[in-house]
């Protein structure tokens, strides 16, 4: 099956034209990370998507990467299957352009520079906020594209169990709850997931015939309370681990990743609230070759945030803190330097004065690599009517150089600079009863992207260089309709990624970028029984910056299926890539046939 620029538009245009049959109003979602304050979706003046626990369940999603692909803006490409290496492209951006957040903390790899998005565990996930667009004014390095938040679950919640086997010898079991009262609270959670995968790659440099399986487990503990009226507090550790099989050298991996983080809030007055964050996360990996060692790439991140909320007058509001990273590389190999600092202040005006909203945030830089750097943003919005809302933003963000860029032995370059970008965003929004859309037109400009060039004209030696550039246009659409138990939702985006480095490649797609993808997604509420289905489409890329390699379109259709036994029992089924189509996201690696899924379900009401 072929996927043409002609399909996006004529889907979309298919579920703007069902007519409001039932006026259910369905209330804006509440969003932090857009402004690190709570607003609601509508109020961010950017495009956000926000993905719920009812949601995750509903769509039956296997990993973090499976719920968000097709959404405006995101395209993945993935090497291989469950758990391996999953790149996420936002708005065209490169995969290490999206800060990646848990609960407020920085996540990812310093030595790589990207977050192993396929590892994170969705069954401890109580909500997604997606919000894309440059947001390194509030948050600093890395959110060119745009930051995905990751809330995991907390308070005082009912028990929820549940069970799912599939196809290749898939296995997952979680368990979660929560007791106690708002006063003192305790969260667990814990999950666990084994599969025995495909086969990575038939062929290329290193071929394996056998399946490449992937083991991975979880335990997530939340505890917190408040004291009197004014002053809460809660506390978090995160621990998971797993083991993840490839083609090549290394072939195994054993990987964890560690979070633990402290929280404290303080609401002084009806006008003021102060909050203090500590954090420490880990990202590590074991490698080897046939069960022999080959190397160990962890990473430590100790950070600080201390965050203050002013409201001036009605409809003024005021945000300032201080953030604080240390970064350090615990490596097998040895790196030039392996630690370093990174401080910040920001701060944030946000203003409604009646059809009007205003926002203004800046942040300043200070790191011991680098130096120091500056970031800014502008955003107005106007509502007409509730049926239609406009708002126009300009932001500046960067990505500074990870480790393996500055000093990895023989292949790093200590001169390196931060990637730096400008984007202009113009937006579209409005609802009439059940029926809602969005639309936006953006433009990003990289610059100082940083590429693999020659250290002199004619050398043979090539080190990580400040030597590309790149311009991102696209516009995304996005619709949703609820009428009687059925909703149809829809989203398109239409991008041009473009090469602009002025060498052989210029004018050309950014690597594994599609100028066009979308999804389609319908449920479907008969009694007891819930049904849908989700259909993905991606455009043609290509796996190499000269273009030559090229990648074909594709789509795929999922099914499913849910029925309450009982008001606590639920079973569900999913069928995935139905067609069986055989397609790539990366050249080389493949991707799972026609699979199948049955979960039973715990969940008090």
Sequence with gaps: MNFTHKTLPAALL??????????????????????????????TLTSVSVITRKEIEQQQARSVPDLLRGLPGVQFANNGGPGKTTSLFLRGTNSDHTLVLIDGVKVGSATSGGTALQDLPIEQIERIELVRGPRASLYGSEAIGGV?????????????????????????????????????????????????????????SAPESDRDGYTRSTVNVRGGGRIGENLSYDAQALHTEGRNEYDGNPNLTDLQQDLYAGNLRWAASERYTTSFKLAQTLDASKNFKDDKFSSRFDTRRSQASWQNDFTLAEGHQLVGGYDYLYDEALSSTNYALDSRVNQAVFGQYLADIGRVDLQVAGRHDKNEQYGHHNTGSLALGYTFTPALRL?????????????????YPGAGNPDLQPEKSRSSELGASGKTGGFSWEASLF????????????????????IPSNVSKARITGLELGAKQHFGNTTLAASATLQNPQDQSGSSTDGNLLVRRARQFGRLDADHQLGAWSIGASLNGVGSRYDDAANKIKLGGYATTDLRAEYALNKDWRAQTRLENVFDKNYQTAYGYNQAGTSAWLTLRYQPK
């Design 14 to 43: 298919l579920a703007l034209s069902h007519p409001v049959l039932a006026q259910e109003t369905e209330l804006a979602p509440v969003v932090i990370t857009a402004n690190r304050v709570a607003r609601s979706a509508e109020e």
């Design 148 to 204: 995905i938040q990751i809330f995991t679950r907390k308070g005082v919640q009912p028990t929820s169990l549940s069970l799912t086997g599939g196809s290749r010898h898939s296995f997952e079991g979680s368990a979660a709850g929560g007791f106690g009262s708002p006063d003192a609270w305790l969260n667990l959670g814990a999950s666990g997931l084994t599969t025995r995968g495909i086969n990575v790659k038939d062929g290329g």
């Design 443 to 462: 433009r990003t400009e990289v610059s100082n992207l940083i590429a693999w060039a020659p250290i002199s004209t004619g050398s043979a030696i090539w």
């Design 391 to 407: 708002r126009a933003s300009y932001g500046t963000a960067f990505k500074a150089p990870s480790f393996n860029d500055l000093y």
